[in-house]
């Protein structure tokens, strides 16, 4: 079980089940939305989510013109979660809203090519420039 909640407190969450992938991202929406070189995510099955609290959503259409979906806390802005077109029935939650951000083991970066040099990252790591043509499967 993943627990976590927004900067205020107003947003509480639970979350069953393993992630299907942690990532590291550094898209330019993703330093926008985080102000920072990038965000760190694990991605879980969307009905293995409980949220309490009022949150607002963000609609963006990506490079690839896929929409995203963002929701944040409507009081504190914390940005919690992500959804994308491509990965139906999936939800990405933000690791730094757990409770236990070290619970996640990211497993790649992806969009390093947008990496700012400040930024430093494992680089052990699976890295791809972009995004890589992945999509979660079931029972891993
Ligand atoms: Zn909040
Ligand atoms: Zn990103």
Same mark, same amino acid.
């Given at each position: 079980?993943? #627990? =976590? ?5 107003d +947003?509480t ?7 299907v992938?942690?990532a ?7 330093? #926008?939305?985080? =102000?920072?070189?990038?965000?760190t =995510? ?9 949220? #309490?609290?009022?949150?607002s959503?963000?609609?963006?259409i990506?490079?690839?013109?896929? *929409?995203?979906?963002?929701?944040f ?9 992500? *959804?994308?077109?491509?990965? +139906? &029935?999936f ?8 409770e ?7 497993? +790649?970066? +992806?969009?390093?090519?947008? #990496? ?14 972009g995004?890589?043509?992945? *999509?979660?499967?079931? &029972?891993v």
């Amino acid at each position: 079980m993943f #627990k =976590g909640s927004c900067c205020c407190g107003d +947003v509480t969450y639970e979350i069953i089940g393993e992630p299907v992938i942690g990532a590291h991202c550094h898209c330019i929406d993703c330093q #926008k939305r985080s =102000g920072a070189g990038h965000t760190t =995510g694990a991605m879980f099955l969307e009905e293995n989510f409980k949220i #309490k609290g009022t949150l607002s959503k963000y609609d963006q259409i990506t490079d690839g013109g896929k *929409k995203t979906t963002h929701f944040f806390c409507t009081n504190c802005g914390s940005q919690l979660f992500g *959804k994308n077109a491509v990965t +139906v &029935g999936f939800m990405t939650v933000s690791a730094g809203t757990l409770e236990d951000p070290n619970l996640i083991e990211p497993q +790649v970066a +992806v969009f390093a090519k947008f #990496k700012n040099h400040w930024d430093m990252m494992d680089s052990s790591l699976e890295t791809f420039e972009g995004m890589p043509d992945w *999509k979660p499967k079931l &029972g891993v």
